[in-house]
């Protein structure tokens, strides 16, 4: 896990690969779904793509009905390879091993650029690249429709129900606002744990409200000058107005309780 905000730059994760190969016998297995990326065939989004990546393989899997085999795409090695689906092993967490006796046929070069992956198969130009992050000012249900990861985590975390009441009762305008980047592993952890909060504290005098930003050059943002804004998450903690505390790194473990501390200095 993550210990630390992700700072302003980020290397896309197409370039993370290509400097680090898998060794020869890795096993091809723990794939677990993104939701970070997006296929296109023909320039076309293919909605029936779903992209699994495994940390331990340093390789892609994408499934799609529209393509004729599920394949491995491996940045290190730049090759595309394709698997029967029969050889695809679900496991219960919702991650998928590939069998070790499944035969792999080459698909065709990869070629990696700014853009993202591209490759050739079934006639068809398969491209994918990271999706365009989210900008500005976002509900907690704008979030989850761009990223699932970020619902089903808001839906596992708990709040502290003492620590909600309390926050209920507050009578001053209170606003919070979390700055993110939905690119960010660390905003996927704990920006899901701030939308559970607000929900729970909808009709209550207490507002979350969410802002993204992009990858890099935080100082070409308007509202990050404003709130000098660093790296994210980060919380900017509103009372009538006026900046009160701020939460960051640890904060986030609870951050309806790191809220309340705030709030109650």
Same mark, same amino acid.
């Given at each position: 896990?993550?210990?630390?905000?992700? %700072?302003?730059?980020?290397?896309?994760?197409?370039?993370?690969?290509?400097?680090?190969?898998?060794?020869?016998?890795?096993?091809?297995? @723990? +794939?677990?779904?993104?939701?970070?990326?997006?296929?296109?065939?023909?320039?076309?989004?293919? &909605?029936?793509?779903?992209?699994?990546?495994?940390?331990?393989?340093?390789?892609?899997?994408?499934?799609?009905?529209?393509?004729?085999?599920?394949?491995?795409?491996?940045?290190?090695?730049?090759?595309?390879?394709?698997?029967?689906?029969?050889? %695809?092993?679900?496991?219960?967490? @919702?991650?998928?091993?590939? %069998?070790?006796?499944?035969?792999?046929?080459?698909?065709?070069?990869?070629?990696?650029?700014? /853009?993202?992956? &591209? =490759?050739?198969?079934?006639?068809?130009?398969?491209?994918?690249?990271?999706?365009?992050?989210?900008?500005?000012?976002?509900?907690?249900?704008?979030?989850?429709?761009?990223?699932?990861?970020?619902?089903?985590?808001?839906?596992?975390?708990?709040?502290?129900?003492?620590?909600?009441?309390? $926050?209920?009762?507050?009578?001053?305008?209170?606003?919070? $606002?979390? +700055?993110?980047?939905?690119?960010?592993?660390?905003?996927?952890?704990?920006?899901? $744990?701030?939308?559970?909060?607000? /929900?729970? %504290?909808?009709?209550?005098?207490?507002?979350?409200?969410?802002? @993204? $930003?992009?990858?890099?050059? =935080?100082?070409?943002?308007?509202?990050?000058?404003?709130?000098?804004?660093?790296?994210?998450?980060? @919380?900017?903690?509103?009372?009538?107005?006026? /900046?009160?505390?701020?939460? &960051?790194?640890?904060?986030?473990?609870?951050? /309806?309780?790191?809220?309340?501390?705030?709030?109650?200095?």
């Amino acid at each position: 896990m993550l210990r630390r905000p992700c %700072l302003i730059a980020i290397i896309p994760l197409f370039i993370l690969g290509v400097g680090a190969a898998p060794a020869a016998a890795q096993p091809l297995t @723990g +794939f677990v779904k993104s939701s970070d990326y997006m296929v296109q065939i023909d320039g076309s989004a293919a &909605s029936d793509a779903d992209v699994y990546w495994s940390q331990s393989a340093r390789s892609f899997l994408v499934v799609a009905k529209s393509l004729s085999t599920p394949v491995i795409v491996q940045p290190a090695n730049q090759l595309v390879r394709g698997v029967p689906i029969m050889k %695809l092993a679900g496991r219960g967490d @919702g991650s998928i091993d590939i %069998l070790a006796d499944a035969a792999f046929v080459a698909v065709g070069p990869l070629s990696v650029g700014a /853009e993202g992956a &591209s =490759f050739t198969l079934d006639g068809f130009r398969v491209t994918m690249a990271q999706k365009p992050p989210l900008l500005g000012w976002q509900d907690s249900a704008g979030i989850a429709a761009y990223n699932a990861t970020y619902a089903d985590r808001s839906a596992a975390y708990a709040p502290q129900s003492a620590v909600m009441s309390d $926050l209920r009762t507050q009578g001053a305008d209170v606003r919070l $606002l979390v +700055f993110f980047g939905s690119w960010c592993p660390f905003c996927q952890q704990k920006v899901p $744990l701030a939308m559970k909060v607000a /929900e729970g %504290l909808a009709g209550s005098k207490v507002d979350v409200d969410f802002y @993204g $930003l992009a990858r890099s050059n =935080f100082s070409q943002d308007a509202q990050a000058r404003k709130y000098k804004i660093k790296s994210v998450p980060t @919380g900017v903690v509103l009372v009538d107005g006026k /900046e009160v505390g701020r939460i &960051s790194s640890d904060g986030w473990v609870a951050p /309806e309780a790191t809220l309340n501390r705030i709030l109650n200095r």
